[in-house]
């Protein structure tokens, strides 16, 4: 009984074990099915997904960024062009402690305080995962001091970067402009403008001037790098490529020398100076004082040189030449005798008594002359070229003010040139009409009077007066001014010069031109507002002088350019063409707060002559800034003979 | 005479076990080659683990069950021991203590608990054959839980659960009542509360990240991610041997341990992947059969734990390469570069064969 007791016992126990294996065999088949479910899951339902996972971990696009264009002068001089530096760039999201980072970092290579400001800023405007500069241009040494040591700063990086470099310094900033970092704004607008995935991999964008204006053809467009890459990011090999192509070169219609004649000729003045060849539209010169060095805008400004820069009263920042906006005063009068000519008014042998002053009709105002004792018997040639305002004051009156502006706005007053850099103003030619939007007032007479001697509402931008002076001199044939001259593609080579285009043209009487151009020829001799200007020059120079009220004048009081502050005296303007009877240089120039424009402004303008008519320069011993002319200089010899144009034209 | 003496030399060579066990080392060299960079060294270090657990399971098969019985309590009590010493004496590596200095070599004595605790609990259970009661079953849990708690202060979560694993399967297959079964589920249930405040803050995040792995895409979860992508890119046919990018291109972590599978699943596919369960499914089956036809109650527990350790094993690497279980350290089976695993898998597969080829001398005993 024991026996079987004991066997059944066993058996049983037998059976119960397989019971309990077979259970087991069921739940080992079960989870081995939940696994074999799973892989179905991954590899079959979501393999389209984890395919494009595993391609995107070890697939990554590099841009190339291409090379900037050149941008050169006339002659071929480099204006701008690019090197490699070594920069030193940190990633702030992949560096844990900044502060410590950076203290020994500045042990190996020095990190000053501009460097670390402009840090700041930069980290400060960019994503934590960017990379940004913390040192530039390393020298080979602190290059290598930073390799060797690099495993001890994650996040840090040492690049070899393409960056732009203007040799000529200040020359000619607001005409050639620069290049800084890309921010929020120009992201937007290149995303608008649907080329932002050509900005892959670029950081600077043209700012200002041929920079900004000609991007697209600077700018090239970016190569691509189908790269295979490890989980430590670095390439194993590439897929495929698309190799950047350079940005275009860019020729300037400027002469850098000439440019830099003039600069120098401003001093510490502020102002403004163009330069066309009327017959083209290209721009010799594009002068806005004072300059600044674009380079420092390259690497991203720092705190102190941008406050010194915005901060600063003269405002360097400001390109004058298409932004300044300024009363023409006087060298409006050739464009107002013009249309008097044209409108069959004051033609020769007309002449006028001039007391000192003119008065409307029924009105006991005087509208004074700036001689208060009158120029006695004047003509048109004359009233030019003595600049007599009593002659304009009724000129003006007769013509009527919609009369006088539809003719002047053909040389371009009162709207843009259509310059080919971005940021002109459009100045301003009064109507009744603009008036009456403006300040909801009638138009008065005596608003008419002072249009003609060029102040009242009347305003032109430096560059709206050098386009009119090249448009007369240009006997009414309006050019398109243009700063860039052509466009040098980097792959072919082929040069593509920008079109002359003719924007307007007046049917001007040659005898009515004859006479403007006399009268304002006879300028810059003896007798004239600027004969120092043209003394001994050795071409015939076409020229007018101006002079702007920064402050108004009460009737009965007098200017005294001594007794007032500097920055309260009056703007010098001067235009001129030359030589008059074949012009090849058409120019304007305004010396803010200069005073009288034959004796600040008009020496700017004949060096730039003589250097582009003559080829010569200024003698290195003539300080540029020096205000007071050498002896033997013509200006000197004339200054006696013609004492009156020392004080107000 | 010399086919005589291979004859004999096989003698206890579970036939479908070793071809088995031989094609899964095959794989497994193939996959390691690919994942450690086609490093020639790798591959020859890890065909001398092979070597030696083949020896060694050649060597366990060779001896009686019976022998094995008697050598339960004195494995069992060293392993213990061993277990001691580590958390008195052991090496701090990676923030766990685990192994053991014995001046000619580190050794981790937890490995051993995974063949000594279900062979003593296998021990105690046949001994209490005919007559097991519910003290029986507290016992067998107090046997299991002394090195289990030994293990997880280390702390070493995988190898605890494995060990755990083999031990449960020994009292279960011994006929632990559903009651208790039912009643320990509930009692996990509401304990776990507790046993997650007692887990370390990355144990914590392993199970965290499990249920979202995106929580901390380059950290912790990073692992899964990367796993989870090299399987499912892997598609039907897989990527193709040397081939696979997750893996070529550094991406898999630990893909030489622990996350070889993920290999294997990104170059051979779901095709492979379904050829390789297959093969383990043999290996268990096979462990299944034996303990079904062993003789004796210390034969069948055995063979049954080690039958059912091994597809845990499987299982759970499985599962976690693919993202349905915690990242727990535990190799895959037979692939998976390591010698101390390797030498364990071969010690269980020679207790089977030894189980499967030693019958009639028991049955005639």
Redesign the interface.
């Known amino acids: 009984m024991a026996y079987s007791a004991?066997l059944r016992?066993?058996l049983n126990?037998?059976h119960?074990?397989?019971v309990?294996?077979t259970i087991?065999?069921l739940l080992?088949?079960i989870?081995?099915g939940?696994?074999?479910l799973?892989?179905?899951y991954?590899?079959?339902q979501?393999?389209d997904?984890?395919?494009t996972?595993?391609?995107s971990?070890?697939i990554s696009i590099v841009p190339i960024s291409p090379n900037r264009g050149l941008i050169l002068d006339r002659n071929g001089i480099v204006l701008a062009h690019n090197f490699f530096v070594y920069t030193l760039e940190v990633t702030p999201s992949k560096v844990s402690n900044m502060d410590t980072t950076i203290a020994n970092l500045s042990e190996l290579v020095e990190i000053s305080m501009v460097d670390l400001k402009r840090f700041k800023k930069l980290k400060a405007e960019s994503h934590s995962f960017e990379s940004v500069p913390i040192r530039t241009h390393l020298n080979e040494i602190e290059a290598a001091k930073f390799a060797v040591n690099r495993y001890r700063f994650p996040g840090v990086e040492l690049k070899s970067r393409l960056y732009r470099h203007y040799p000529q310094g200040k020359l000619g900033t607001h005409a050639i402009g620069y290049i800084s970092r890309i921010n929020e704004k120009d992201l937007a607008k290149l995303k608008e403008d649907n080329v932002i995935s050509n900005y892959k991999g670029t950081d600077h964008i043209g700012k200002g001037g041929v920079e900004q204006a000609y991007e697209r053809e600077l700018h090239g467009s970016t190569g691509f790098q189908q790269v295979?890459?490890?989980?430590?990011g670095k390439a194993?090999r590439v897929l495929s490529s698309a190799a950047p192509t350079s940005g275009n070169n860019v020729v300037l219609s400027i002469d850098a020398k000439l440019q830099a004649i003039a600069e120098k000729a401003f001093g510490d003045r502020r102002g403004s100076l163009v330069a066309i060849q009327p017959s083209t539209g290209e721009v010799l010169g594009f002068v806005s004082m004072p300059t600044f060095d674009p380079n420092l805008f390259v690497d991203g400004i720092d705190y102190d040189n941008w406050n010194a820069l915005n901060n600063s009263i003269d405002k360097p920042l400001i390109n004058r030449t298409l932004k300044g906006i300024y009363p023409p005063g006087s060298t409006f009068k050739p464009f107002v005798a013009l249309a008097g000519l044209e409108a069959g008014k004051r033609e020769p042998p007309y002449s006028i008594q001039d007391a000192g002053y003119f008065t409307l009709p029924n009105s006991r105002h005087r509208y004074r002359d700036w001689k208060p004792s009158g120029h006695g018997s004047v003509d048109m040639r004359k009233a030019i070229t003595i600049s007599c305002d009593t002659f304009f004051y009724g000129l003006a009156m007769e013509l009527g003010i919609e009369r006088l502006t539809d003719f002047v706005r053909h040389f371009g007053f009162g709207q843009k040139t259509g310059l080919d850099i971005h940021g002109e103003v459009s100045g301003l030619l009064p109507t009744p009409e603009w008036k009456k939007r403006r300040f909801k007032q009638p138009w008065y007479m005596g608003e008419t009077v002072i249009v003609g001697i060029g102040q009242g509402y009347t305003l032109v931008t430096p560059m709206q007066l050098a386009y009119a002076t090249a448009t007369l001199a240009n006997q009414g044939t309006a050019i398109r001014p243009h700063i860039v001259n052509a466009v040098v593609n980097s792959k072919t080579n082929v040069v593509t010069p920008i079109a002359r285009t003719v924007l307007d043209k007046l049917n001007l009487k040659s005898q009515n031109l004859d006479i403007v151009k006399a009268g304002m020829v006879d300028v810059t001799l003896p007798g004239g507002t600027a004969a120092s200007v043209g003394a001994n020059a050795g071409y015939s120079i076409a020229a007018k002088t101006g002079t702007a009220q920064v402050i108004g004048i009460k009737q009965n009081e007098k200017y005294n350019e001594h007794s007032i502050n500097e920055r309260h005296r009056d703007h010098a303007l001067f235009i001129a063409y030359a030589p008059a009877e074949a012009p090849k240089i058409a120019l304007a120039v305004i010396v803010e707060n200069g005073g009288h424009g034959g004796s600040a402004a008009g020496p700017i303008a004949r060096k730039v002559m003589d250097y582009y008519l003559l080829g010569k320069e200024p003698a290195e011993e003539i300080a540029p800034n020096a205000v007071v002319p050498p002896p033997n200089s013509p200006a000197n010899n004339a200054a006696e003979t013609h004492a009156e144009e020392e004080h107000y034209d | 005479m010399i086919s005589k003496f291979i004859t004999g030399l096989f003698k206890h060579i579970d036939s479908v076990l070793l071809a088995c066990i031989l094609f899964a080392m095959l794989v497994g060299l193939l996959v390691l080659f690919s994942a450690s960079g086609q490093q020639l060294s790798r591959v020859s270090a890890q065909m001398i683990n092979m070597a030696v657990a083949l020896v060694a399971m050649w060597a366990v098969a060779n001896v009686q069950p019976q022998h094995i019985e008697r050598i339960a309590i004195p494995a069992y009590i060293l392993g213990v021991l061993l277990l001691i010493a580590v958390a008195l004496f052991g090496d701090i590596s990676h923030g766990a203590r685990r192994w053991l200095n014995i001046g000619i070599t580190k050794i981790q004595p937890s490995e051993l608990l995974k063949l000594a605790a279900p062979i003593m609990l296998a021990w105690y259970f046949s001994k209490r054959?005919?007559n097991l009661t519910a003290l029986d079953f507290i016992i067998g849990a107090v046997i299991l839980m002394v090195p289990v708690l030994l293990i997880m202060k280390q702390p070493d979560l995988g190898t605890a659960m494995l060990v755990t694993a083999s031990g449960f399967?020994v009292i279960?297959?011994a006929?632990l009542s559903w009651r208790f079964i039912l009643g320990g589920v509930v009692l996990v249930g509401a304990l776990s509360p507790i046993f997650w405040s007692l887990l370390h803050d990355y144990q914590r995040r392993r199970i965290e990240i499990l249920i979202d792995p995106t929580q901390d895409p380059l950290g912790s979860g990073y692992h899964i991610i990367?796993s989870?992508?090299?399987?499912?890119?892997?598609?039907?046919a897989g990527k193709g041997w040397l081939n696979g990018?997750?893996t070529q291109?550094?991406?898999l972590p630990e893909r030489t341990t622990d996350f070889i599978f993920a290999v294997f699943?990104e170059e051979f596919?779901?095709i492979g992947?379904?050829l390789l369960?297959t093969l383990?499914?043999i290996i268990?089956?096979r462990g299944?059969y034996i303990?079904?036809q062993a003789k004796s109650?210390f034969s069948?527990?055995l063979a049954?734990s080690i039958a059912?350790t091994f597809?845990t094993y499987?299982?759970v690497n499985?599962?976690m390469v693919?993202?349905?279980l915690p990242v727990v350290g535990v190799p895959l089976p037979l692939i998976s570069y390591g010698g101390t695993s390797m030498l364990t898998l071969g010690l269980g597969f020679g207790l089977l064969m030894s189980i499967q080829t030693h019958k009639k001398l028991v049955a005639a005993g």
Do not use: P
């Open positions: 004991e016992n066993h126990e037998q119960n074990f397989r309990r294996l087991a065999a080992a088949l989870a081995f939940a696994l074999g799973r892989f179905y991954l590899q079959i979501r393999h997904y984890y395919h996972l595993a391609e971990n070890r295979e890459i490890n989980a430590d194993v | 054959e005919s399967y279960f297959l006929g990367q989870t992508i090299a399987i499912g890119s892997g598609g039907v990018t997750q291109l550094d991406f699943g596919g779901l992947n379904i369960l383990f499914a268990i089956g299944f303990a079904s109650t069948r527990l049954g059912m597809f499987c299982f499985m599962g693919s993202g349905i």
